[in-house]
Structure formats: structure tokens, C-alpha cells
């Protein structure tokens, strides 16, 4: 089974709307963190914010919010007032484990496109 | 901002030779990684490095592979006999490894290996 899923390979949003991109993640481990990266066409990997499995708020970093739903086992980001340069991939991803150490899982990644 | 290196930014080679690629990480980090992602498809773990010794690899991560960290600032991937399908965008991250689980891996901008 893949560790972590986005349903949604590609989304369309209009400039200064919200857009939500889905993340689903399975592991039986009660200790993990999710990540959200943003890679433009440059192909750089950017780190956008973090939730990690304990945390009683959902993560939030300026336009970025995390909607967390451990139950679901759902980590989806939220992006507020998008704008044009936030046209780029975008891939949720898993630490198992207390390690720090420990490789990230990425999922399959949302390519968002934002319409003037 | 210290940020993590990555030379050449584009390698080109021939099937069957071999390549070094090349990341200087972060001056305080401790933990090192490489990741690889095959053109349109997603970020895969290869390989991680702590105290100089691999602490976890993939099964991407053959015996054609090794990681070094020869003078205490670069660490490198090398690919012994590369493929064909080889091809793809090499990532080096390295974190601090004082977070705990929340511990952000900050990325290199890549080097696009081109096997023909």
C-alpha cells in the first residue's frame, strides 16, 4: 500500500482564491511527521510547514494551514489567497518514527496551476 | 541563509560510465541524504548518512551506488556503472537532527543526470 497519496495530480484555482491539496498517509507508527514541499519548474524542493503527529493545532505558516485530520489519517494543505507564483508541484511527505534521522516518504505530488 | 550545494547542476553520460555527484550540506548539519526523482514521477529515498555510516537505504540503493564523506564538508553520490535508467534528478538534503521528528531536511536545488 503507498504511504502517502494524493488523489489529485493536477488543480486549477483563480487568483487570490483559496485552494485545498489532498494527502492521505497510512503507518501504524503513533510517531510521525508530514511535510509539504513546493517544487517550482526550477525543480528546487522548497519546505512549506509541518504537522507533526502530537501536535493538538493544526500547523499553520503565513498562507499555509494544514488541515490535520488524524483519524482520517489526512494532512491536506490549504493555501489562502493564491497567487500566480504559487503555480508549481506540490508533494506532501512522511517521517515514521522519533529518528531524526529517519528518509521522508513523498507522495505522487498536485501540480497547481493559479489563473490570472 | 545557509543553504545546501549541489555540482554540477546538469550531468551528462554515457551508459556504462561512471559519475560523482557532488553536495555540500549545511556547515552544523549532522544527518545527509540522497534523494532521486525520475522525471514527471515522484521524490524517491535513496540513501541516508549519520557519523559517517549509511543508517538506512533504499532498495533503489544497489550495489552500483556509494555515498562518501571524504574532507568533513562534501558528500557524495557515486554511481558506479550508470543505466539508462538512471536518469533523473539527484537531490542532497541534510538536517540538524536536533528536532526530534520534527526535523526539516533542506534540499539542494538538484543535479539532472542525463544517461545516453
Known amino acids: 500500500a503507498q504511504k502517502i497519496t494524493q488523489t489529485q495530480p493536477g488543480m486549477f484555482v483563480q487568483e487570490k482564491e483559496a485552494v485545498t491539496l489532498d494527502c492521505t498517509y497510512d503507518?501504524?507508527?503513533?510517531?510521525?511527521?508530514l511535510f509539504w514541499y513546493k517544487q517550482p519548474s526550477s525543480g528546487e524542493m522548497i519546505f512549506l510547514i509541518y504537522?507533526?503527529?502530537?501536535?493538538?493545532q493544526n500547523a499553520t505558516e503565513g498562507r499555509y494551514s494544514l488541515n490535520f485530520q488524524k483519524a482520517r489519517k489526512s494532512a491536506n494543505l490549504v493555501i489562502s489567497a493564491s497567487q500566480l507564483g504559487d503555480s508549481a508541484m506540490y508533494f506532501c511527505?512522511?517521517?515514521?518514527?522519533?529518528?531524526?534521522?529517519?528518509?521522508?516518504?513523498f507522495g505522487g505530488g498536485t501540480r497547481l496551476m493559479v489563473k490570472p | 541563509e545557509p543553504e545546501v550545494t549541489q555540482t554540477p547542476s546538469h550531468q551528462v553520460t554515457q551508459m556504462g560510465q561512471e559519475v560523482i555527484l557532488r553536495c555540500v550540506p549545511i556547515?552544523?548539519?549532522?544527518?545527509f541524504y540522497w534523494y532521486r526523482q525520475i522525471l514527471g514521477q515522484k521524490v524517491e529515498f535513496l540513501v541516508s548518512?549519520?557519523?559517517?555510516?549509511?543508517?538506512?537505504k533504499s532498495e533503489i540503493f544497489d550495489d552500483q551506488f556509494s555515498v562518501e564523506r571524504p574532507d568533513g564538508s562534501n558528500f557524495t553520490l557515486k554511481i558506479r556503472s550508470t543505466k539508462l535508467e538512471d536518469s533523473a534528478m539527484y537531490f542532497c538534503?541534510?538536517?540538524?537532527?536536533?528536532?526530534?521528528?520534527?526535523?526539516?531536511?533542506?534540499f539542494g536545488p538538484g543535479t539532472r543526470l542525463t544517461v545516453l
Open positions: 538534503a541534510s538536517s540538524d537532527g536536533t528536532s526530534g521528528i520534527y526535523n526539516e531536511q533542506f
Open positions: 503507518t501504524s507508527d503513533p510517531s510521525y511527521g
Open positions: 556547515s552544523n548539519h549532522l544527518y
Open positions: 511527505a512522511m517521517r515514521e518514527g522519533g529518528n531524526a534521522g529517519n528518509m521522508l516518504t
Open positions: 548518512f549519520y557519523n559517517n555510516e549509511i543508517s538506512e
Open positions: 504537522q507533526g503527529s502530537y501536535d493538538q
